[in-house]
């Protein structure tokens, strides 16, 4: 397995992670233990949840009850800020919130540290600077190694940046954010900034919620149980006529390659400008498997350019 740095920090992560949102609601304890114990077997080191994964906790639980010894070893990331309560009163970025959250995290996990600690999201009535601060407490403190972020826009990474240098604080070393060859709108404005700064990216919803699996056809029978197929939602925002038309031009692409649309989904993002780690979610061994796998292509300069003609965001 290959390890990158994530940015310019030293943090070092594997080259595919495992994303942890599956633990405690669409997989149980003993689930969860097979997903992880074949994720470590395999040389994922990065392992990224979040506090409201699993119905709100359980994902943190579970991995707090499996990994033992073994947290020493991994690399571990959780976010904080999308609501843990019905009321709204449990969430965003403020000082206060922070010092709770990381408590009842540390405390689900059942570890001393956490060594990526993510705002889910942004807050609009929280300035950057609050946050950031009580971030930098939290790392001087031991309770955490490195901040970063998911879901900001742009012009709120750039104002991270900037508020952390200028008030001589620890900054986000990573944005985690959807991206892949069907979502590529972080292209525009995102990207830049990362690489302007030495942010790095992890990636998730790498198959478009399977989209790019390879596993649906335009105008066939859906796979029964499958994500897009009992999910109105996603299956209303992937299955657009732009996307089927990608998608197709994509398994002639691979096809002639004698290339799996995974392998291309994989590969086309470990080759991305920025990008340390790609997180995806397991529910089997056997996925993590597959995943790891398919990052193996080396996609050639005249192959990531038809990519490009054929997935550039619009």
């Excluded at 299956?235 to 996307?243: G, L």
Aim: proline residues 3%; contains cysteine; glycine residues 8%.
């Amino acid at each position: 397995m290959e390890t990158r740095n994530l940015g310019k920090s030293g943090l070092r992560v594997s080259s595919v992670g495992l994303g942890c949102n599956n633990f405690g609601m669409r997989i149980d304890l003993e689930a969860t233990r097979k997903v992880i114990d074949k994720a470590i077997d395999l040389g994922i080191t990065l392992f990224d949840t979040a506090d409201v994964y699993g119905n709100r906790g359980g994902s943190e639980e579970l991995m707090g009850q499996v990994l033992g010894e073994r947290r020493k070893s991994i690399v571990l990331a959780t976010k904080f800020g999308i609501p843990m309560d019905d009321t709204d009163a449990l969430k965003g970025g403020s000082r206060r919130y922070i010092m709770s959250a990381v408590e009842a995290s540390l405390k689900r996990l059942k570890t001393d540290w956490i060594d990526l600690y993510q705002l889910h999201t942004t807050d609009p009535l929280t300035p950057i600077e609050e946050t950031l601060s009580a971030l930098d407490d939290l790392i001087r403190q031991g309770k955490v190694r490195y901040v970063g972020c998911s879901n900001l826009p742009a012009w709120q990474v750039v104002e991270a940046h900037w508020t952390a240098r200028d008030r001589g604080l620890n900054g986000f070393v990573s944005c985690q954010d959807e991206y892949s060859l069907l979502v590529r709108g972080i292209d525009r404005e995102l990207m830049p900034a990362m690489s302007a700064y030495g942010i790095g990216l992890l990636p998730y919803f790498p198959l478009a919620s399977g989209l790019l699996t390879g596993k649906y056809k335009r105008n066939a029978e859906m796979p029964e149980g499958a994500r897009l197929t009992v999910t109105q939602r996603l299956s209303d925002r992937y299955m657009s006529e732009r996307n089927w038309a990608i998608v197709e031009k994509l398994e002639s692409f691979c096809a002639e390659r004698e290339r799996t649309m995974l392998e291309l989904a994989f590969s086309w993002l470990a080759s991305r400008p920025n990008v340390s780690s790609v997180i995806a979610g397991a529910t089997k061994p056997e996925q993590v498997e597959q995943n790891v796998k398919a990052a193996d292509w080396r996609l050639t300069q005249d192959e990531l350019a038809e990519i490009d003609r054929i997935t550039a965001a619009e």
